[in-house]
């Protein structure tokens, strides 16, 4: 029934504000909350059908156990009070699967009469009356803990617009925050001193339905989602209609007297404006009529709390992420001193108080006083899997609120192309929302679809990232020509089907460097250091990795390829003679495997023919450790240092020598610090491959030895012990040491390292059972010997 018209009324200037558009929001996830619905003036005093019928169509899309109370204010013993409240439906709050409460205000008999006579009271002394009823326990009638422990929706129609605004005032006074406030047509009566429909401090999103066409028509309200209807011509009455029919999207009229014509909802949609900004349906908000304290640029009308104030927590938003984890933002306030506690919970349904909670999903997290201010602060959650609801629950120790997430949000596919060559593409692709279970894949070469395959690869480096492991790929691509081609990557959505693109890239065309190498000096004398430098140039590519120089057919080790595309070996110990220098690179994702030109290395006879020296020999008990050593003055400083002196155990050459016909080739010597061991190698390509490490020092030729059997030579046996955590070597020439070591004490025996020439025919005993690494003592000081002269030393200079 529309009213009629009295001058008691301010009448209101037409608006011409229009349908604002929408930007976008995250949705909210507040479940288990409480929903307020009030009428307006009522001039026949009776309580209007529409408002149960809206409590209904709310009850149906919130859950059957929602309970419907109604509050019955009048002013039947003489003063303004509350006759009753009873529920009306559903089941108690406390133990129902949803939490959810719809608190119908009658206030019929006090609203207003034909006459207007007895418009005695103000939607200002209404508003208190309800508070009590919201804020705290009803017990009576299976209200345990207050309403307002979750989000509030209050919606008003007509004087009903200004009844809300002022019980959200009254919250405001107790900090306590309301999730949407929704004014139908919002129309105080001046004359009794209502006040106008407001947004407040405390209001998170307001929107506002209303026409201004037929009286009394609808106020604007500032910072609002501002509908404006009248080109619907719903009059007064239909605007509270026009809501009705966003919350039952079949309904043909509002359980009342007005009609719902299908043809309100042309655009926007029936399902995409009204009941959609509700918590429970969990539309997308526009941030224009979201308070700017809440991260929106809606505008608000501050009040400063009076009464006790409340902790609040809720605008919860999160991202899900492998391993059941949720990365979650939310925001809180408390508004008085002193500390409030948070903590996070796993529920098997929306209701905080019905004590079926399956774990605590956090610890306490103290949060401090905030005043005015609504923080933003996140956190990472892991749950045991999406059948379960996740809530928030602050608390100062008095008063308490909660917060759930609702349904899940569409995770994001996420991927990765590690290679992407000509010959592979590779890598993998995952969406949280289908969890351990594998997706589909596609490949857009220059913006041709290609065919979708599952990416179901096992990689067990997934798992510590994804939680699985059946989500990785490597296929062979369709064949490409030597042009540059883009390859964009996609991953199809799980619960959309939908595909989405995570990766752009370029296979970028075939242009091979050119690859050479050079050396310092090709005419050097023997010990004379020289530099190789292989190069590429001119590819569409640096090389990454190493490459490989080579004397003739053996490697002479590796060299780094620097960010210029150059890899350099210094070396002095190239048998004189003329040799063939090459390099080989064995390619990466890139550069195709190539090898240089060759160059004629060559080196002069040594000036300094060289003779037989002692090879000593000693060993540390403490250390486990043999030393060899030409170095006769080193031989006897080591002895005052705890080494045993174990004599000669072979002669070798001071310098290059031929004898029957063979050449001498240098014996290298390195050391490493870390493990106080020094290793002895004729493999130019094992020596230059070691000092490229940190930890080894190359100290250059440890005298010279022969390839092959000579004349009165003998084999310089090299074993291994691995064991223990120690990497130890040993060098001998005597055969029984070699074999007993190798049968009894687990060395392994790698073979013949050298021939050194025999001049002590006495066998050396066999070194005791080798420490594990445990046992290794320290090094202290007093233990290192002393700088030593002779003819080691005099060669380190010579290092490259």
Same mark, same amino acid.
């Given at each position: 029934?529309?009213?009629?018209?009295?001058?008691?009324?301010?009448?209101?200037?037409?608006?011409?504000?229009?349908?604002?558009?929408?930007?976008?929001?995250?949705?909210?996830?507040?479940?288990?909350?409480?929903?307020?619905?009030?009428?307006?003036?009522?001039?026949?005093?009776?309580?209007?059908?529409?408002?149960?019928?809206?409590?209904?169509?709310?009850?149906?899309?919130?859950?059957?156990?929602?309970?419907?109370?109604?509050?019955?204010?009048?002013?039947?013993?003489?003063?303004?009070?509350?006759?009753?409240?009873?529920?009306?439906?559903?089941?108690?709050?406390?133990?129902?699967?949803?939490?959810?409460?719809?608190?119908?205000?009658?206030?019929?008999?006090?609203?207003?009469?034909?006459?207007?006579?007895?418009?005695?009271?103000?939607?200002?002394?209404?508003?208190?009356?309800?508070?009590?009823?919201?804020?705290?326990?009803?017990?009576?009638?299976?209200?345990?803990?207050?309403?307002?422990?979750?989000?509030?929706?209050?919606?008003?129609?007509?004087?009903?617009?200004?009844?809300?605004?002022?019980?959200?005032?009254?919250?405001?006074?107790?900090?306590?925050?309301?999730?949407?406030?929704?004014?139908?047509?919002?129309?105080?009566?001046?004359?009794?001193?209502?006040?106008?429909?407001?947004?407040?401090?405390?209001?998170?999103?307001?929107?506002?339905?209303?026409?201004?066409?037929?009286?009394?028509?609808?106020?604007?309200?500032?910072?609002?989602?501002?509908?404006?209807?009248?080109?619907?011509?719903?009059?007064?009455?239909?605007?509270?209609?026009?809501?009705?029919?966003?919350?039952?999207?079949?309904?043909?009229?509002?359980?009342?007297?007005?009609?719902?014509?299908?043809?309100?909802?042309?655009?926007?949609?029936?399902?995409?404006?009204?009941?959609?900004?509700?918590?429970?349906?969990?539309?997308?908000?526009?941030?224009?009529?979201?308070?700017?304290?809440?991260?929106?640029?809606?505008?608000?009308?501050?009040?400063?709390?009076?009464?006790?104030?409340?902790?609040?927590?809720?605008?919860?938003?999160?991202?899900?992420?492998?391993?059941?984890?949720?990365?979650?933002?939310?925001?809180?306030?408390?508004?008085?001193?002193?500390?409030?506690?948070?903590?996070?919970?796993?529920? +098997?349904? @929306?209701? /905080?108080?019905? !004590? =079926?909670?399956?774990?605590?999903?956090?610890?306490?997290?103290?949060? *401090? #006083?905030? $005043?005015?201010?609504?923080?933003?602060?996140?956190?990472?959650?892991?749950?045991?899997?999406?059948?379960?609801?996740?809530?928030?629950?602050?608390?100062?120790?008095?008063?308490?609120?909660?917060?759930?997430?609702?349904?899940?949000?569409?995770?994001?596919?996420?991927?990765?192309?590690?290679?992407?060559?000509?010959?592979?593409?590779?890598?993998?692709?995952?969406?949280?929302?289908?969890?351990?279970?594998?997706?589909?894949?596609?490949?857009?070469?220059?913006?041709?679809?290609?065919?979708?395959?599952?990416?179901?690869?096992?990689?067990?480096?997934?798992?510590?990232?994804?939680?699985?492991?059946?989500?990785?790929? +490597?296929? @062979?691509? /369709?064949?490409? !020509? =030597?042009?540059?081609?883009?390859?964009?990557?996609?991953?199809?959505? *799980? #619960?959309? $089907?939908?595909?989405?693109?995570?990766?752009?890239?370029?296979?970028?065309?075939?242009?091979?460097?050119?690859?050479?190498?050079?050396?310092?000096?090709?005419?050097?004398?023997?010990?004379?250091?020289?530099?190789?430098?292989?190069?590429?140039?001119?590819?569409?590519?640096?090389?990454?990795?190493?490459?490989?120089?080579?004397?003739?057919?053996?490697?002479?080790?590796?060299?780094?390829?620097?960010?210029?595309?150059?890899?350099?070996?210094?070396?002095?110990?190239?048998?004189?003679?003329?040799?063939?220098?090459?390099?080989?690179?064995?390619?990466?994702?890139?550069?195709?495997?190539?090898?240089?030109?060759?160059?004629?290395?060559?080196?002069?006879?040594?000036?300094?023919?060289?003779?037989?020296?002692?090879?000593?020999?000693?060993?540390?008990?403490?250390?486990?450790?043999?030393?060899?050593?030409?170095?006769?003055?080193?031989?006897?400083?080591?002895?005052?240092?705890?080494?045993?002196?174990?004599?000669?155990?072979?002669?070798?050459?001071?310098?290059?020598?031929?004898?029957?016909?063979?050449?001498?080739?240098?014996?290298?010597?390195?050391?490493?610090?870390?493990?106080?061991?020094?290793?002895?190698?004729?493999?130019?390509?094992?020596?230059?491959?070691?000092?490229?490490?940190?930890?080894?020092?190359?100290?250059?030729?440890?005298?010279?030895?022969?390839?092959?059997?000579?004349?009165?030579?003998?084999?310089?046996?090299?074993?291994?012990?691995?064991?223990?955590?120690?990497?130890?070597?040993?060098?001998?020439?005597?055969?029984?040491?070699?074999?007993?070591?190798?049968?009894?004490?687990?060395?392994?025996?790698?073979?013949?390292?050298?021939?050194?020439?025999?001049?002590?025919?006495?066998?050396?005993?066999?070194?005791?059972?080798?420490?594990?690494?445990?046992?290794?003592?320290?090094?202290?000081?007093?233990?290192?010997?002393?700088?030593?002269?002779?003819?080691?030393?005099?060669?380190?200079?010579?290092?490259?």
């Amino acid at each position: 029934m529309r009213p009629p018209r009295d001058n008691h009324h301010k009448p209101r200037r037409p608006s011409t504000t229009t349908w604002r558009g929408l930007e976008p929001l995250e949705p909210r996830t507040l479940l288990s909350g409480l929903t307020v619905i009030t009428h307006g003036y009522m001039p026949l005093s009776n309580f209007p059908t529409w408002v149960s019928s809206m409590a209904d169509a709310i009850a149906d899309r919130a859950g059957s156990q929602t309970a419907v109370y109604k509050l019955r204010i009048t002013d039947s013993t003489g003063s303004l009070a509350v006759q009753s409240f009873t529920k009306i439906s559903g089941t108690n709050p406390s133990s129902s699967n949803n939490g959810e409460a719809i608190v119908m205000i009658d206030w019929s008999t006090v609203s207003g009469t034909i006459l207007f006579v007895e418009d005695l009271y103000s939607t200002e002394q209404i508003a208190p009356l309800v508070m009590p009823y919201l804020t705290s326990a009803q017990p009576s009638v299976g209200i345990s803990e207050p309403l307002a422990r979750g989000p509030i929706h209050l919606i008003g129609h007509s004087r009903g617009g200004s009844l809300i605004s002022e019980i959200a005032k009254n919250l405001a006074y107790s900090s306590i925050w309301v999730d949407q406030l929704t004014p139908l047509d919002p129309h105080p009566v001046i004359t009794n001193g209502d006040p106008n429909t407001r947004a407040w401090t405390n209001v998170v999103f307001a929107d506002n339905y209303r026409q201004t066409a037929i009286f009394p028509t609808g106020d604007s309200v500032n910072g609002a989602l501002d509908r404006d209807l009248t080109s619907l011509d719903p009059g007064h009455d239909g605007v509270h209609a026009y809501y009705h029919g966003t919350i039952d999207l079949t309904a043909t009229n509002d359980g009342g007297n007005e009609s719902i014509p299908s043809s309100w909802y042309i655009d926007p949609a029936r399902d995409a404006t009204g009941f959609y900004y509700s918590r429970i349906v969990g539309g997308t908000r526009p941030t224009s009529a979201i308070g700017t304290n809440f991260g929106g640029s809606g505008s608000r009308n501050n009040l400063t709390p009076t009464q006790t104030t409340w902790p609040n927590i809720g605008n919860i938003s999160y991202t899900k992420a492998p391993n059941n984890t949720l990365n979650v933002t939310y925001q809180y306030q408390k508004y008085s001193a002193g500390n409030a506690t948070i903590t996070w919970f796993l529920d +098997s349904d @929306t209701n /905080p108080s019905n !004590n =079926n909670n399956v774990a605590t999903l956090s610890g306490a997290i103290d949060v *401090a #006083s905030t $005043g005015s201010n609504v923080l933003t602060d996140a956190t990472t959650l892991t749950t045991t899997g999406d059948a379960q609801k996740i809530y928030a629950r602050i608390t100062d120790g008095t008063r308490t609120r909660y917060a759930y997430l609702g349904a899940q949000l569409n995770a994001t596919p996420i991927g990765s192309l590690d290679v992407a060559t000509r010959q592979q593409f590779s890598g993998w692709a995952y969406d949280a929302d289908a969890g351990a279970t594998s997706v589909n894949v596609r490949f857009d070469i220059d913006s041709v679809a290609g065919t979708p395959f599952l990416a179901n690869l096992t990689r067990s480096d997934l798992t510590a990232v994804l939680g699985s492991s059946a989500h990785g790929f +490597s296929i @062979t691509p /369709p064949a490409m !020509n =030597n042009d540059a081609h883009l390859v964009e990557m996609y991953v199809q959505d *799980a #619960s959309s $089907g939908n595909y989405t693109k995570v990766v752009t890239t370029n296979v970028p065309a075939v242009v091979q460097p050119t690859f050479t190498v050079t050396s310092t000096n090709l005419t050097a004398a023997y010990g004379e250091s020289i530099t190789l430098l292989a190069s590429f140039t001119g590819g569409t590519y640096i090389p990454t990795g190493n490459v490989t120089f080579y004397r003739d057919a053996t490697p002479l080790g590796p060299a780094i390829i620097d960010a210029n595309g150059q890899a350099a070996m210094t070396f002095q110990f190239l048998p004189p003679g003329s040799h063939n220098i090459t390099a080989q690179y064995p390619g990466d994702t890139n550069v195709l495997p190539v090898t240089s030109n060759t160059i004629n290395q060559s080196i002069a006879p040594s000036a300094v023919t060289g003779t037989p020296t002692p090879r000593y020999r000693l060993y540390n008990p403490a250390l486990t450790r043999h030393l060899y050593t030409t170095d006769l003055n080193e031989y006897n400083t080591l002895a005052a240092y705890g080494w045993n002196q174990e004599g000669v155990s072979c002669f070798v050459y001071t310098a290059p020598a031929t004898l029957d016909g063979i050449d001498t080739i240098p014996n290298f010597r390195l050391y490493n610090a870390p493990t106080f061991t020094h290793f002895w190698t004729t493999d130019a390509n094992e020596y230059n491959t070691l000092r490229l490490f940190p930890e080894w020092t190359a100290e250059g030729v440890d005298g010279y030895v022969f390839p092959t059997n000579v004349t009165n030579s003998l084999p310089l046996y090299r074993l291994n012990y691995p064991y223990g955590g120690q990497n130890l070597h040993l060098w001998t020439t005597d055969a029984n040491e070699n074999a007993v070591l190798a049968s009894t004490y687990g060395w392994i025996q790698e073979g013949i390292a050298a021939y050194v020439i025999d001049i002590l025919p006495v066998p050396l005993p066999a070194p005791d059972d080798p420490f594990s690494s445990l046992e290794l003592p320290a090094i202290i000081a007093s233990t290192r010997p002393a700088e030593t002269t002779g003819f080691l030393v005099t060669q380190l200079p010579l290092v490259g």
